[in-house]
């Protein structure tokens, strides 16, 4: 025994190819350099066309070239995680500490409770002692449906937990399992196909329950008079305005809440937070919050787990895995949180809109060498002393292990009505709540910002990321969606730059350098617009006015240029292809890539600064619009949706409507034109090059304006106008500036 106390819990290695990639990044920025020694020593003299363009090039490749050193901090020194599961059971199986698990929804509309339910579901059937956990739903959309769909899953759980147990089925989100089982039915016995078939249909009488509700848009009377806490609903008035609704719908001590083999349950508990108008709730950062009290007063479990509604644990040992961090003897009391990726379900094999692949696959073991990964908000363990505020001593330990309860059993009753002001929308007035205690609020991406106060406190945090995947959620399915998902990151991560919380000051001193230029990469995403817009517009342009911006196919000068532009691609379609994608989806991703540069990050930038001059609405009114019932086919086609007309479509369109323009009108010049042809080419080429990219990269955007005739084209009052500023804009550029 002795000797196995010194076996560690987990282990950390190297990644490889680290070499090879060193190589590389140094080599490239060498070429960084002699672009600017070409930039600096070539200026056009005053009075030269184009001198006022190269200056904008000039500064938009040191934009690129700092955002790029910046982003190397990432991936200079990568590390990988591997846990040793057999062996915290060996030693800590008694000792295990209780887990919370909080679940955010906020809508069941958007997310539908039959979703939802399926996380729970999968949640509750974690493989840990049924004792120690428990599952709490917070649903800000303090609706009948999602809490009857609750009380159902309830039900359900109680014959799906033990075949889970019986036959170690994995995932265990029952619908996900059973999409997984359609596929291969070879490994069942005789028993199995026919639990297979009774819990099959129980989960389906479920759904069809859930969905006839949601369907009538009522509960019918009968479901009412059974269950007392509908009528907690009395006294609401919409999803704005409503007092707490608390329901322990499990009590994991009570000893008639079993399953049907007898087994104990985990604790299930709902929670509506009260919510007024006059009074701020800030979503989900709010949510989590009144999530930490309330469970403190009922299971107090000293790990928490969040997950978003959608994101079903797809292995039943992840809470294992965490473990086995946070209980390791050398180093475990020294870690706040483990997260986990973010890895998506129903990605299409191209992955048409990108993913977070290269972030959770490459960059993320990077920030983890500095043992400082982001909390992002999902799939992440937590110490709750961490997150309410606890800062890290060498002196005062934190225990990871379960304590038993000491005190009187308070009933039911009496530990609802006692919870229940604890999710009152006043309880946080002159507290730290949302300042030093739990997640901050004020900031879109709350997660992240809470994440780094985390570790200036002085805890460390872990990335895990094993080969299976722990948890999978719902990857946006359009490109507007897609779109304003980023948007709405790189708006919370250009917040916290300016903010007091802004790694340069706030992390400084406190955690290193390299760790704060990992944090940099993310909160500067939005600043990146102002060069793309540059790069994706103005060579294009001066093309129409035959001035060259770059050195000519003969010059020496071209090698840095193609050196950098073929090192930086190959690198990262290695990078893409090493991460599992496929060819045709790097491509998709760098589409992304130009498309969120351009729209997100412009319209985050903007949004921001219009914030900070005090104007408090959005300078842009963004909508999505309903999906009709083709977006999904599309979307499994991977043919690209442009439905709806957002500001986004026409920035997106008139960029590339310019391109296009630029290019025809030179080619028709240079063919028909009096200079010749060859010498066109030779002083043009990589202005030539970039565009035609640009053009070949846009081919689904003019597919979308001009040939396809399905609902996903680009609307046409979105084409006329995308045409006009186009072509307006060449027009000035060639004859007027
Ligand atoms: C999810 O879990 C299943 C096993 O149940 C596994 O086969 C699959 O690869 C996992 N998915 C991912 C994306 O890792
Ligand atoms: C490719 C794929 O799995 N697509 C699915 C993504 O999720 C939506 C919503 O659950 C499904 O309708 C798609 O079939």
New binding site residues.
């Given amino acids: 025994m002795g000797e196995k106390r010194h076996l560690p819990l987990f282990e950390t290695t190297k990644a490889k190819g680290k070499v090879l990639y060193r190589f590389s990044a140094v080599s490239v920025s060498v070429g960084i350099c002699l672009i600017w020694v070409y930039r600096v020593t070539h200026i056009p003299k005053a009075g030269e066309d184009g001198r006022f363009g190269w200056m904008l090039l000039f500064a938009a490749e040191l934009w690129f070239a700092f955002y790029w050193f910046v982003t190397q901090a990432l991936r200079w020194s990568r590390i990988n995680r591997q846990t040793f599961k057999d062996r915290l059971s060996e030693r800590y199986e008694n000792e295990l500490p209780g887990v919370d698990i909080f679940v955010c929804t906020a809508d069941p509309i958007i997310e539908p409770p039959i979703m939802v339910m399926n996380t729970v579901l999968s949640v509750m059937a974690y493989d840990y002692p049924a004792e120690k956990l428990s599952v709490y739903l917070s649903d800000d959309g303090g609706s009948e449906f999602t809490y009857y769909a609750f009380l159902e899953a309830a039900e359900f759980a109680k014959h799906w937990i033990p075949y889970c147990k019986k036959y170690s089925?994995?995932?265990r989100s029952p619908a996900?399992?059973f999409v997984?089982t359609a596929s291969d039915d070879q490994s069942q016995n005789q028993k199995q196909t026919g639990d297979l078939a009774l819990i099959k249909k129980l989960y389906e009488d479920m759904a069809a329950k859930i969905g006839n509700a949601v369907n009538l848009g009522r509960i019918s009377e009968e479901v009412r008079s059974k269950h007392k806490g509908f009528s907690r609903w009395y006294s609401y008035s919409s999803k704005r305005d409503h007092e707490t609704i608390l329901q322990i719908v499990i009590d994991g001590r009570d000893p008639n809440a079993r399953d049907v083999e007898g087994c104990v349950l985990p604790t299930l508990v709902y929670l509506a937070r009260e919510k007024r108008p006059q009074i701020h709730h800030n979503f989900k950062a709010g949510a989590m919050n009144a999530l930490i009290r309330v469970s403190s007063n009922i299971s107090n479990g000293k790990l928490l787990l969040n997950v978003d509604c959608d994101m079903y644990s797809?292995?039943s040992k992840a809470i294992r895995d965490a473990l086995c961090f946070l209980m390791d003897e050398e180093q475990g009391h020294e870690i706040a949180y483990v997260q986990f990726p973010q890895?998506f379900?129903n990605l299409t094999k191209n992955e048409l809109y990108a993913s977070l692949r290269v972030y959770f696959e490459v960059e993320f073991h990077g920030l983890d060498n500095y043992w400082g990964t982001l909390y992002v908000g999902s799939g992440c363990f937590h110490r709750r002393e961490t997150l309410c505020g606890k800062k890290f001593s060498k002196v005062n330990k934190s225990e990871m292990k379960w304590e038993d309860k000491k005190g009187e059993e308070i009933g039911i009753h009496e530990l609802e009505e006692s919870s229940r002001s604890l999710a009152s929308c006043t309880y946080e007035e002159n507290t730290q709540w949302g300042k030093e205690m739990g997640l901050k609020y004020g900031c879109p991406v709350e997660d992240v910002i809470t994440g780094l106060s985390i570790q200036c406190r002085g805890w460390k945090s872990v990335y895990c990321n094993p080969?299976?995947?722990a948890f999978?959620g719902l990857a946006p399915t359009t490109l507007l969606q897609a779109l304003l998902q980023h948007k709405r990151w790189s708006e919370g991560n250009l917040q916290i730059t300016l903010s007091k919380y802004s790694v340069v000051w706030y992390g400084h001193g406190k955690i290193s350098l390299g760790h704060q230029l990992g944090y940099l990469r993310y909160n500067l995403w939005a600043t990146n617009c102002w060069a793309t817009l540059i790069y994706s517009t103005l060579p294009s342009l001066y093309l129409l006015r035959r001035t060259s911006l770059f050195p000519q196919i003969s010059s020496r000068w071209i090698i840095p240029f193609a050196y950098v532009i073929i090192a930086k691609n190959i690198e990262s379609f290695v990078e893409y292809l090493w991460c599992g994608g496929t060819s045709l989806g790097w491509w998709n991703d760098q589409r992304m890539w130009l498309y969120e540069r351009t729209t997100s990050y412009l319209f985050a930038f903007i949004d921001t600064i219009v914030h900070y001059l005090g104007y408090t609405d959005s300078a842009f009114v963004i909508t999505a619009k309903v999906a009709d019932e083709d977006v999904s086919e599309r979307y499994e086609k991977e043919i690209m949706e442009f439905g709806g007309s957002s500001p986004m479509f026409t920035v997106l369109a008139t960029l590339a409507l310019l391109n296009l323009y630029c290019f025809a009108w030179f080619l028709k010049a240079a063919t028909t034109g009096t200079k010749g042809v060859a010498e066109v080419y030779e002083t043009m080429s990589l202005q030539i090059l970039l565009c035609v990219v640009l053009i070949v990269i846009n081919l689904p955007l003019y597919e979308a304006l001009y040939l396809r005739k399905d609902k996903g084209k680009l609307p046409s009052s979105v084409a006329f106008k995308s045409m006009a500023f186009a072509g307006f804009a060449c027009i000035c550029f060639k004859f007027l500036c």
């Fill in positions: 089925v994995e995932p996900a399992y997984s797809n292995n890895n379900d080969t299976r995947k999978l």
